[in-house]
């Protein structure tokens, strides 16, 4: 199975994994609440698991328009 993480920001790709049996819980799941869940983790057809998280540069960004 393949692990794509991906950014929810810029949509640009933030690494790739392959897995014979991913546990989803390793993958950090299990601090999220459902909805985070539902948000953030994606199946997509041939066997291919989607993580939406944010890259360096994104995170970067939001830390510098906070201020």
């Known amino acids: 199975m393949k692990i794509c993480y991906q950014c929810r920001k810029c949509d640009r790709q933030v690494g790739e994994l392959e897995a014979k049996k991913p546990d989803v819980s390793q993958l ?10 539902q948000q953030s983790i994606l199946m997509q057809g041939g066997g291919q698991l989607t993580i939406r998280t ?3 540069n994104c995170l970067e960004e939001e830390r510098f328009s906070a201020r």
């Open 28 to 37: 950090g799941s299990d601090v999220l609440n459902d909805t985070d869940v």
């Open 54 to 56: 944010i890259c360096d």
